[in-house]
């Protein structure tokens, strides 16, 4: 079956750190998301991709950077790791269908 | 992408229908609602969408006002494990990125 899966799901860094967060979803989707969720917050979007070599800012992308080598991957990183970046980041695809986002689990990270 | 408002929170007893209101008083006419839920910590699960006319499907019903200014998704026969936050969204079909905001946390009681 198709998924979209997120690794790690736990992760703790420490403050100035490089951290690379993976995204790997095998829908074969164009589409593909980096939001960021805050404790008792809804979602923020962060980075977005609509396709390969295609990549975009969302509402808080300072401080992270995506590339979109493949239809597969979207890899997330954080240059500098700051404890304002702590939180759970959800990846998500989805195609041109308009039948909505596909999520992964979440990783949460925790910058100390 | 058009806003929604949604109330922040919402209790139902199980058995009966959940009606979870959103407003969206902004938007375009090339727009749909969407809606998701998230379960405690788990990643958003799609539930429904709809342009213009009532949809549903197995899990839920969405009646989209003849204005299309605001919409309800019900839950017909809510169960414990419907207890989720409730998002609201309005994106055109094709936009891809979609604004979350904080969502109705429903609260299904015994």
């Known amino acids: 079956d198709a998924e979209i899966t997120q690794s790690p799901r736990h992760k703790i860094t420490e403050t100035g750190r490089q951290v690379t967060l993976a995204c790997h979803q095998t829908w074969n989707h164009n589409n593909m998301f980096w939001y960021r969720q805050d404790l008792g917050h809804g979602l923020r979007l962060i980075h977005y991709?609509?396709?390969?070599?295609?990549?975009n800012k969302g509402e808080v992308s300072d401080g992270y950077s995506v590339s979109r080598s493949n239809t597969e991957d979207l890899p997330l990183t954080l240059e500098s790791a700051a404890s304002s970046q702590t939180s759970v980041y959800f990846c998500?695809?989805?195609?041109?269908?308009?039948?909505?986002?596909?999520f992964g689990s979440g990783t949460r990270l925790t910058v100390v | 992408d058009a806003k929604t408002t949604q109330p922040p929170s919402m209790d139902c007893a199980e058995g009966r229908a959940a009606n979870l209101p959103c407003n969206h008083s902004?938007?375009?006419?090339?727009?749909?609602v969407y809606w998701y839920r998230q379960i405690h910590s788990q990643g958003p699960q799609y539930i429904i969408h709809g342009l213009k006319n009532n949809e549903t499907n197995e899990m839920a019903s969405l009646i989209i006002t003849e204005d299309r200014k605001s919409s309800t998704l019900i839950l017909p026969h809510a169960t414990l494990r419907d207890t989720a936050v409730y998002y609201c969204i309005v994106s055109r079909i094709n936009a891809g990125k979609s604004t979350f905001g904080d969502g109705t946390t429903l609260t299904v009681k015994p």
């Open positions: 991709s609509y396709g390969v070599q295609d990549t």
């Open positions: 902004t938007i375009s006419g090339n727009e749909y």
């Open positions: 998500a695809s989805s195609d041109r269908t308009g039948y909505g986002y596909t």
